[in-house]
């Protein structure tokens, strides 16, 4: 025995050979057209080893424009399969036809953020046999790292792709159809799942750098016509409301944060979705330009009014999971200050690094609050589902200072309640409710108090604002629930929070 | 008291569309649609039925669409609708 084969034997390994293959001499630009990962959808479904019972999953950075979920689920169903547990980031009006995969047995579970339209509706009168389980972004991102929620074959739209995987939001070819910005909530999938299909509206040349998923992660690419109808994420100009409500909640948040503590130079913030919490920015700006108060980063929910405030200096670098409009998605596309990160980076409780836990202050609206401060942002006061979980209970838990912006009554139904429908953010996380009404500070933060009242701002019970609401509109009749359970609310932490019931219509 | 086709109110946010229809039955029909039905339905339908007998209103059919209107607003627009309904000024 050689010195070579003594080695190799040692380490249980075999002697190289040298091959008799000849390289592959073509162009490689040549070469890379033929790349064994471009299949058709049928094809990529087909090699993807999916079975009946096996989970798929979508991202929905696309939100009300997404083309992908419709048409893979629509392609799955001619395809014969049956039984399938559909995991997306969230669901929207838009995914209205999945009724009629699950009435057929294309679809038997779900999993989601939230629903909206039709399809919420239905599923809320009983339409699936087994509950779906929602959950918060944070807690997605945690289930599909640690197991809870295994994917078998990712379905993720991109809007540029190489050849052999490497995917982004946007593209940067002059053929660009599409644009959705970040693709934070599709990245574990990506990860984690076993295979991982990308579909993209724009097939580039390799290499399609800088990439938000690698050709690591990728095995299959798919060229469909759309993956996404980018106007419909939301408008690219910024939209300031003019309603005169939330004009004065929005006024009256600045002045929380502006005298709550935390509003030092360096300070860190997120704004949810709504009216009244992007135009809290703008006053806030206002007050960071007249104070020669920075700040460090903004989270998000990436806004084209975030956008602005870092290119005018006033926030130094942008930390984005999703890009909630045009002019974000192009910033993250070209500025290398505004960052993309993955929903488990973005917000999962058992990652130490996640940008939530490094958070100041976060702005979020609510359908609902309680009087011990819990929030309800997913069932609505008629007991239908018509909302999202998103981030809510993952950055009012790990902000420094958490601030629900809501009116005291939309129309007759009441924001400020005895007891929310359905427990989406516990109150021990929330330290501040703005009402048209005045201001609501947890019993837990007396400090926080002490600061705002000193500052003359009009802080009231909770209890009143509640009895204030049930004074104007009268005593509601309870919803007409039935017994049967049809979605989980999971804490971001795995364990079980609430259950939502069936409504069941009177006669 | 004789009754014409009337309306009063609008589909806005907050508002209740009222609209009166001579009826040959007994008392007052209401055919309500509202979007907190499941919490205010009947007493919507109270509301509406206390105004109407409150201004010696019956034999109607009443087609009110809801949109989460207040009490007042309710009563608001029943009595608007009856006075164009009936053509006789309550406030007179």
């Known amino acids: 025995m050689s010195l070579i084969e003594a080695a190799a034997a040692g380490m249980g390994k075999k002697v190289y050979h040298e091959s008799n293959k000849t390289k592959d001499v073509t162009p490689r630009l040549n070469l890379q057209k033929e790349s064994g990962k471009v299949v058709t959808l049928e094809e990529a479904i087909k090699r993807s080893g999916l079975k009946d019972g096996m989970t798929i999953s979508f991202h929905h950075h696309f939100r009300g424009g997404d083309k992908v979920v419709n048409l893979v689920v629509g392609t799955l169903a001619k395809m014969g399969f049956k039984n399938l547990k559909l995991a997306a980031s969230s669901l929207q009006d838009v995914h209205e036809p999945l009724i009629d995969h699950i009435k057929n047995g294309v679809i038997t579970e779900i999993s989601t953020s939230g629903m909206r339209g039709e399809l919420a509706r239905e599923i809320s009168h009983g339409l699936m046999e087994k509950p779906v389980i929602f959950r918060s972004h944070g807690g997605r991102g945690s289930a599909i790292a640690n197991g809870d929620l295994h994917i078998d074959v990712a379905f993720l739209g991109a809007s540029s792709c190489d050849p052999l995987g490497n995917a982004c939001g946007y593209s940067r070819s002059n053929r660009a159809k599409s644009i959705c910005g970040s693709l934070g909530y599709a990245l574990p999938d990506a990860r984690y799942a076993d295979k991982v299909v990308i579909l993209t509206d724009n097939l580039v040349d390799y290499p399609n750098t800088p990439n938000a998923i690698s050709e690591h992660d990728v095995d299959y690419v798919v060229e469909v016509p759309m993956v996404g109808d980018s106007s419909k994420i939301a408008s690219g100009a910024i939209r300031d409301t003019k309603n005169p409500r939330d004009i004065l909640l929005a006024k009256q948040a600045a002045k929380v944060i502006v005298n709550s503590g935390y509003f030092k130079n360096g300070f860190s913030i997120q704004t949810g979705s709504g009216g009244a919490s992007l135009a809290a920015v703008k006053y806030l700006r206002q007050s960071m330009i007249d104070n020669d108060i920075k700040a460090s980063f903004a989270l998000g929910g990436i806004t084209a009014h975030m956008v602005k405030m870092h290119e005018e200096g006033l926030i130094d670098r942008l930390i984005d999971v999703q890009s909630f409009d045009k002019v974000a998605a192009e910033s993250l596309k070209n500025d290398a200050m505004h960052k993309e990160v993955s929903a488990c980076e973005y917000a999962a409780k058992d990652e130490p690094g996640a940008a939530t836990h490094y958070l100041d202050i976060v702005i979020l609206s609510a359908l609902e609050v309680d009087v011990n401060f819990n929030v309800n942002v997913l069932v609505g006061s008629d007991g239908i589902i018509r909302g999202a979980i998103g981030g809510h209970p993952d950055t009012a838990e790990d902000a420094a200072l958490s601030i629900i912006v809501c009116p005291l009554l939309r129309g007759r139904i009441p924001c400020v309640v005895d007891e929310v429908t359905t427990l989406i953010t516990p109150g021990s996380s929330v330290d501040v409710v703005v009402t048209e009404y005045g201001i609501a500070v947890n019993p837990r933060r007396p400090e926080l108090k002490e600061r705002l009242a000193k500052a003359g701002l009009k802080i009231v019970d909770i209890v009143d604002l509640k009895d204030r609401a049930l004074k104007v509109i009268g005593k509601p009749a309870p919803l007409p629930f039935g017994d049967k359970v049809v979605g989980i609310v999971m804490n971001r932490d795995g364990s079980v929070l609430d259950v939502i019931k069936n409504i069941v219509e009177p006669k | ?92």
């Open chain 2, 1 to 92: 008291m004789e009754v014409k086709n009337a309306s009063a109110g609008t589909l806005e946010s907050g508002d209740i569309l009222i609209q009166i229809f001579p009826s040959e039955a007994e008392g007052v029909q209401i055919d309500l649609n509202s979007t907190v039905a499941y919490q205010f339905g009947e007493q919507i339908k109270t509301v509406i039925t206390e105004t109407l007998s409150g201004l010696g209103i019956d034999h109607v059919a009443i087609k009110a669409t809801d949109k989460g209107a207040l009490d007042c607003t309710i009563r608001a627009r029943v009595t608007a609708a009856a006075v164009r309904a009936t053509g006789k000024d309550v406030w007179a």
